[in-house]
């Protein structure tokens, strides 16, 4: 991988570019790893979401029946 990393002096103005140090691009890709993990459980809640108030349909009642049943 070659990642490449911008550092913007703000009093000279001048940008620097420079390849991931070895220690740099072990966070990157452990925050990259960490964001599709969050993102696949996003999904997987969302669909357990769509599919629990399907079934619930499936029966005739809606999401605040339940609410008020289990309330």
Do not use: C, F, W
């Not at 809640?45 to 309330?71: C, F, N, Y």
């Amino acid at each position: 991988m070659n990642e490449i990393i911008k550092i913007h002096n703000a009093t000279t103005g001048q940008v620097t570019e420079r390849p991931l140090n070895a220690k740099e691009l072990a966070i990157y890709e452990q925050n990259k790893q960490q964001e599709i993990a969050t993102r696949q459980a996003e999904s997987e809640k969302a669909e357990a979401r769509s599919a629990a108030e399907a079934k619930l349909i499936a029966l005739g009642l809606t999401v605040d029946d339940l609410k008020a049943l289990l309330g």
